[in-house]
């Protein structure tokens, strides 16, 4: 039995310790929807209505319509924790292999392609692909940047960690 967009709903409303009235003043949602869709009534609704509930309760829309955020894709050699690693950069932790013992970082202009790549991945909302390249890109975009000091590579490299971000 799967749980419904009510339930999850009517959960994250009772977390919030917030009665169906607060909620619809928050989220500008009729109180009549709320009520539908958390008795199952209604099983859905507009995507607007969906988002201004999502937000409502403090949680991405994804949470509260019941999609992963996490696919296949994401538990190989990239993924969510392969990112994490990449940001918080444990070759920085004693005993931990970094990036300066990467061996041939790409040039430069190899580099750059590769994060205009993933910039027009996030554009075209490829996030999955885009989480399994990001830790690979930043590992190079350090090592690039350690052996090429120029602006140009630190202005990408600040662009791979904002999309990192995003």
């Known amino acids: 039995m799967s749980i419904g967009i009510g339930d999850r709903i009517r959960a994250l409303r009772e977390f919030r310790d917030i009665t169906q009235d607060e909620l619809a003043r928050r989220s500008g ?3 009549d929807t709320i009520r539908k869709l958390e008795q199952g009534v209604r099983e859905s609704a507009r995507i607007n209505t969906l988002r201004n509930l999502a937000r409502a309760l403090d949680v991405q829309l994804e949470r509260l319509v019941g999609q992963t955020t996490v696919t296949r894709q994401l ?11 990449a940001i918080q950069d444990p070759g920085s ?5 970094g990036d300066a013992n990467l061996e041939d970082p790409p040039g430069p202009d190899e580099w750059a ?6 910039t027009a991945a996030y554009w075209a909302g490829e996030y999955s692909a885009l989480a399994s390249t990001l830790p690979t890109l930043l ?11 120029t602006e140009g590579v630190w202005t990408h490299l600040a662009l791979a960690y904002q999309l990192a971000a995003s």
């Open 93 to 97: 932790l004693p005993g931990v292999l």
């Open 113 to 118: 392609q590769q994060v205009q790549a993933a």
């Open 75 to 85: 538990t190989g050699h990239g993924g969510l924790l392969a990112l994490r690693d």
């Open 139 to 149: 590992r190079d975009g350090r090592a690039t940047a350690r052996e090429h000091d």
């Open 29 to 31: 949602v009729s109180v």
